[in-house]
């Protein structure tokens, strides 16, 4: 990559995802991602030669804009389409904008795989329950596609009241006989440094499942 996301240097467990997404497909999958930001985790699908289905509500992070670094500077942060547009990937993104669970159906099991990163917790999801986000995923993938999201575990006490800080343990019942989860991970409490949006150092928890589709 040319050009730098704003998250360039958060933690993600996407590798185990793009490694999986290897192993079951090759080149030229529909990969959707859920909660796209500015193509951190999408202008990679595509330099592999997938045909990426970007999902993202924030107007900033899909066209770029004024954002707050942690220092307190403004600065202008080049969206997911500059950003795709420089590295001559645009012609392998689609993006809509908008809220994902308004997206349009007609793109239920046209996808080899789905992924979404640390988009659940997120303040301006919380009117749906986890449920419906997970679901409306997995309506996405066809028979023998991959399903992966990374997500917030819980730290403080808020967190636990609310269920889009989630687990695997959790997750699981949502996955009926027609999934087979095939890997989970978690790590213990980690400090992440200042970025945009978080101007502080601040503590985390995160999970990964990975789940292939057996049958409609």
């Not at 930001?37 to 900033?60: K, Q, T, W």
Request: with cysteine.
């Amino acid at each position: 990559m040319h050009t730098l996301s704003l998250w360039e240097h958060t933690l993600t467990f996407f590798p185990q995802f793009h490694a999986a997404l290897a192993e079951r497909t090759g080149p030229k999958a529909t990969v959707a991602v859920v909660g796209a930001a500015d193509g951190r985790l999408v202008l990679p699908l595509a330099a592999a030669g997938h045909r990426v289905i970007a999902f993202e509500r924030d107007p900033v992070a899909l066209h770029g804009g004024s954002v707050c670094l942690p220092d307190g500077a403004q600065a202008h942060a080049a969206g997911l389409i500059e950003r795709a547009k420089r590295e001559g990937l645009a012609d392998r993104v689609e993006w809509f904008e908008g809220d994902f669970l308004d997206a349009a159906h007609d793109l239920d099991e046209r996808c080899d795989a789905v992924w979404t990163s640390c988009s659940w917790h997120y303040s301006a999801n919380h009117h749906r329950p986890l449920s419906d986000f997970v679901s409306r995923m997995q309506a996405m993938v066809r028979v023998n596609g991959l399903f992966g999201a990374e997500y917030m575990m819980p730290v403080t006490a808020a967190n636990h009241l609310t269920e889009h800080y989630t687990s695997p343990e959790r997750l699981r019942p949502l996955f009926s006989t027609n999934w087979n989860i095939t890997l989970t991970l978690r790590t213990g409490e980690f400090t992440e440094p200042p970025h945009v949006g978080q101007p502080h150092p601040h503590t985390h928890r995160m999970g990964l499942l990975l789940a292939t589709r057996l049958a409609k």
